[in-house]
């Protein structure tokens, strides 16, 4: 029990973040997480595929939670300032665990930063592949590739709702509409308990609609190829806005009217789930939320211009199809996804600057989306009227509101800091992307870097060019794999958690 | 006009003011003309086109002389607009290779606003005169820069005095600058004529003692003004690479210095308080970009065997401060260097220089409240009863001024992607050859004021490819670029026309 005593004394001297007692939060949630292997394993027996290497991982995972349990102390209450560390390290540590299956049993990723950047991708609900041959993984361990989204998707809901907010990042507390139970002085664990209690029935409910639509699509023969094990692993990458499908083709070989299903339920895993919550329970009309028409807009808007595009250029005729290909894509790529129903990057250079742009902006705030989401980006551009206005009438006192509410100065501010750091994120990671590829000497056009770190730190998952939605980030250099990783872990945190751990201040007192 | 809310009369008036002086300025360009036995009517047609236009426009608005800030950022707006089109006569007259309306104009517009950016593909055949003026718009665009930056914006609230003027010990010392814009500007105006004087003695005396052949007083003149507004133009094809290595580092030298706040430079060198300097965090934080800018060029060069020796080490700080600064010199063609160097050069072209200037692009003192801004919010996100206050150079900078620093940044990077995107739509369109690095680089190279760009449109290389559309893109962002956008978006915006 030294160790008990050595992080005791650690507590001690770091009086401003109470490091065991995040910790013991960590382990918690890490013993729980062994639980979902349990699932691989029976599908595993199911297929007579090799279940052990989902024991193995399972009891490695239950171990270690216990064990970190064990060592650190239950401490008292975890405060705001313990929940950076905490959401930091559980990602990091949950893509570990994830990993550990691919690293015993999937010879594509026996490198450990491939299988790391997998899970990693999983369960930040990304949905970017270093696999070249999808088709090849047994069916157990593709469905755990799927499976991983849609735990990182629960963790997502709880994290967007209820954590973040707490922690102020990005000016949250104020943006989110959330369904936040109790006052802010609660202890961060209940909210969270609260919140997964509330919203996880919406996650879990609209899991089962869309497998049960998607199941019956199959079964009444409108899609030959959507079986229920197809209806399921796209629904893990669906509702948790992920993106890896089992199909080394990702949508294209479904039929119309499943990719309009599935089109549909990522519209709706990008919008808030407080909003979903408060439709089902309250019967509150979702349209009255200024962030979720302004989500409607722009999903119409730029599936127009991609529809007029692809016609114009020939790509598709005039129909249904252009209409479809226009829209799914559009959804998948703004609500983060990265599902796709044909090869986008082979498109023209219009789309796929309308597909950059969407990469950045994201699905709506409160939902498993990524990105800069659609409340700040209109926070940003109120704040830029406001400034102009008030360059002409200095003496004018302009509030900026938000559902008619007045949003606080304070909040203004951390929502323009965040732009600064996701900018800031999004061309360094492009920057080092494209100096280390042309050190490595990899053929690929400058553009697809500023994609791929666009596509990373947004969580969506494809980027152009060779790493397209049919495409593979296998070519990048292990160096780039871990800047991906790094831009994967810290856009899904919202950056600011993470970067409040490089600050000095931060475990002073 | 009465349902304005704008005076338009009265910011016509003042254009009409400034025609009749830019008239005066033909002169120049006439004298050398006949003194060179090259035609001067071009010359004489546009002075007398430009005085008639001045006076006509102050006839027509006589009476409507007083000017209050809202009238301002039209006036600013207008100015680099009308100026470049009247100064644009003398290439339209009788320069074959700017013969096209777009062309003339954008080199005009590059010239009034010290980009340096051209759309000629050879210099060496103009006209000395002609060549001549062309680098006067730079040195007579910096003397506008120069009220702009120190004296206009600051009013307009765009900037903010208090960048400016952070840690000059209150307001005394700005009263005794001057308290009109009138006598701040006069006082700047001495001592850009005095450091221009400096140089081009510096220059010519490299030439009169044959330290370098090619340089004489008229190329010390032409390059001494091209450096001290920043600009970039060059009276050679090959830009400095046709002059001799000692006359490469005495333009560094000048252009270093051109680049520091002017306000800082008064006080330093006329008012000899050159304590100021070590105090002062903007300056601290120039320096040090342009040492690690140069350091990090250099390495690659060095690195990728693109040079070496002496001619590395200068050539890598050369184009680097050349860069940095919006300048736009060149003494060797950078775009052969390797892609890492390039982008190196990209990223500092969005470093710019101090305010106060007669640099553009996004300016270290923003950069630097950026850092602190940052740093703050991240406290604060832990610590949240903290209140912060942020200083400059010890002084505290008030929220307002840094909320528009702030917002400066996503308004500066839109307008570029806006840019390059469009660089690269058009070129599809009228099948050029153009890379989306080379996009990205000339929509940088015009918005934040520096010139050269990479690809054809590099050092020794030439815009002339673009199609007129692109042109006009570019131009727009110069324009853009040296208003520091916010006066155009208020042009846009409906509440500034209402009274």
Not at chain 1, 15 to 44: E, H, M, Q, R
Not at chain 1, 461 to 480: E, I, N, V
Not at chain 2, 158 to 165: P, S
Not at chain 2, 277 to 293: N, P
Request: glycine content about 10%; hydrophobic content about 55%; proline content about 4%.
């Amino acid at each position: 029990m030294s160790a008990t005593i050595g992080l005791q004394a650690l507590r001690r001297n770091t009086a401003g973040v109470d490091v065991s007692g995040a910790l013991n939060l960590v382990g918690t949630l890490i013993k729980y997480l062994s639980a979902a292997f349990l699932f691989p394993t029976v599908l595993a027996l199911g297929y007579g595929e090799p279940a052990w290497p989902y024991v193995a991982s399972g009891m490695i995972v239950l171990a270690f939670g216990l064990v970190l349990e064990r060592v650190t102390s239950r401490g008292g209450v975890i405060r705001a300032q313990e929940g950076f560390l905490v959401v930091s390290v559980v990602w990091a540590l949950a893509a570990w665990a994830v990993a550990l299956p691919y690293l015993f049993a999937e010879p594509q990723l026996r490198n450990p930063i491939d299988a790391y950047f997998e899970a990693m991708s999983g369960i930040t609900t990304t949905g970017a592949t270093t696999l070249i041959d999808i088709a090849a993984l047994d069916q157990s361990m593709a469905m755990w590739r799927q499976f991983s989204q849609w735990i990182g998707g629960m963790g997502i809901v709880v994290l967007a709702l209820a954590i973040l907010p707490r922690l102020r990042v990005g000016g949250s507390r104020q943006l989110v509409e959330s369904e936040m139970p109790g006052p802010e002085y609660e202890p961060l664990k209940t909210t969270i308990r609260d919140t997964a209690r509330r919203l996880w029935l919406v996650y879990v409910g609209l899991s089962a609609l869309m497998t049960l639509i998607l199941c019956i699509l199959g079964w009444t023969g409108i899609d030959d190829l959507m079986t229920e094990y197809q209806a399921a692993a796209h629904m893990f990458a669906a509702m948790p806005t992920g993106g890896f499908s089992p199909q080394p083709r990702s949508l294209e070989p479904f039929a119309p009217a499943s990719q309009w299903v599935i089109g549909v339920f990522m519209l709706l895993a990008g919008a808030n789930f407080a909003l979903h919550y408060r439709a089902v329970v309250r019967r509150a009309s979702p349209f009255r939320d200024e962030e979720f028409r302004l989500y409607l807009a722009f999903i119409f808007v730029a599936t127009a211009g991609i529809f007029l595009e692809l016609l114009r250029a020939d790509i598709f005729a005039a129909g249904e199809g252009a209409l479809r290909n226009a829209f799914v894509n559009v959804v998948s790529i703004m609500t983060t996804t990265g599902f796709a129903t044909s090869d986008f990057a082979l498109w023209t250079g219009a789309t796929s600057f309308i597909f950059v742009v969407l990469m950045l902006i994201g699905g709506c705030a409160g939902s498993t989306a990524g990105a800069i989401k659609v409340v700040r980006v209109s926070l940003l551009a109120k704040a830029l009227h406001r400034e102009v206005d008030q360059t002409i009438h200095r003496e004018a006192v302009v509030p900026l509101s938000v559902n008619g509410r007045i949003v606080d100065e304070r909040t203004v501010r951390a929502v323009l800091g965040f732009l600064l750091f996701y900018l800031l994120l999004f061309l360094g990671g492009a920057f080092v992307l494209a100096i280390e590829e042309a050190r490595a000497g990899l053929e690929a056009a400058p553009f697809v870097h500023v994609a791929t770190s666009a596509t990373m730190l947004g969580n969506v998952g494809p980027s152009l060019g060779f790493a397209g939605p049919m495409g593979s980030m296998d070519p990048y250099s292990p160096f780039s794999k871990s800047v991906m990783i790094l831009l994967m872990w810290a856009g899904r945190l919202e950056i600011i958690p993470v970067a409040v751990l490089l600050t000095r201040r931060y475990w002073r007192a | 006009m009465t349902a304005l809310g704008v005076d338009v009369g009265a910011a016509l008036n003042l254009i009409g003011a400034l025609l009749r002086y830019l008239s005066l300025a033909f002169l120049v360009p006439a004298v050398l003309a006949l003194g060179y036995d090259e035609p001067v009517w071009p010359f004489a047609v546009s002075g007398v086109i430009t005085a008639a236009a001045g006076v006509g426009l102050g006839a027509m608005t006589h009476g409507r002389e007083r000017i209050g800030p809202r009238e301002g950022f039209l006036i600013v707006a207008l100015v680099w607009l009308l100026i470049p089109a009247f100064g644009a006569l003398p290439f339209l007259l009788d320069e074959p290779q700017l013969s096209n309306p777009m062309d003339a104009f954008f080199e005009a517009v590059s010239g009034f606003t010290a980009t340096g950016a051209t759309v000629l593909t050879d210099i060496d055949a103009l006209p000395k005169a002609m060549a001549m003026w062309r680098q006067l718009t730079h040195w007579l665009g910096g003397m506008g820069i120069i009220v702009l930056a120190v004296a206009v914006l600051p009013r307009l609230r765009i900037g903010g005095r208090q960048l400016l003027e952070s840690e000059l010990a209150g307001p005394q010392e700005v009263e005794r600058l001057g308290a009109t814009i009138r006598e701040t500007a006069r006082r700047l105006w001495v001592l850009y004529i005095g450091l221009t004087v400096v140089a081009i003695l510096a220059l010519a005396s490299l030439g009169w003692s044959g330290a370098d052949p090619a340089m004489n007083l008229y190329e010390g003149v032409a390059h001494a003004w091209s450096a001290l507004a920043l600009g970039g133009f060059s009276t050679k094809n090959l830009s400095l690479a046709a002059f001799q290595p000692i006359t490469q580092w005495v333009i560094l030298g000048f252009i270093v210095l051109a680049g520091i706040n002017f306000l800082r430079l008064y006080r330093v060198i006329v008012q000899r308080h050159a304590s100021l300097v070590a105090r002062d965090e903007e300056l601290r934080l120039y320096l040090t970009f342009l040492v690690v800018g140069s350091a990090l060029v250099l390495i690659e060069v060095l690195a990728g065997g693109f040079l070496s020796g002496a001619e590395a080490v200068r050539s890598s700080i050369f184009q680097a401060v050349s860069i940095m600064t919006t300048t736009g010199f060149a003494t060797s063609d950078y775009t052969r260097w390797g892609a890492l160097a390039l982008m190196t050069l990209l990223v500092l072209m969005f470093i710019g220089t101090s305010a106060g200037s007669t640099g553009g692009s996004i300016k270290v003192v923003r950069h630097l409240l950026v850092w602190k801004l940052i740093r703050r919010e991240l406290t604060q996100t832990v610590h949240r009863e903290e209140v912060l206050p942020i200083r400059l150079s010890g002084a505290v900078v008030d929220e307002r001024a840094l909320r528009s620093v702030v917002i400066f940044f996503p308004i500066y990077m839109g307008l570029f992607a806006l840019g390059a995107v469009l660089l690269a739509i058009d070129a599809r369109r009228s099948h050029l050859a153009l890379g989306a690095f080379d996009a990205i680089g000339a929509a940088a190279a015009c918005l934040g004021n520096i010139g050269p760009a990479f690809g054809f449109a590099g050092p020794f290389g030439s815009y002339e490819p673009f199609s007129d559309l692109s042109t006009g893109v570019l131009t727009g962002l110069m324009w853009l670029g040296r208003l520091e956008i916010i006066p155009v978006a208020v042009l846009l915006s409906r509440r500034y026309w209402r009274a």
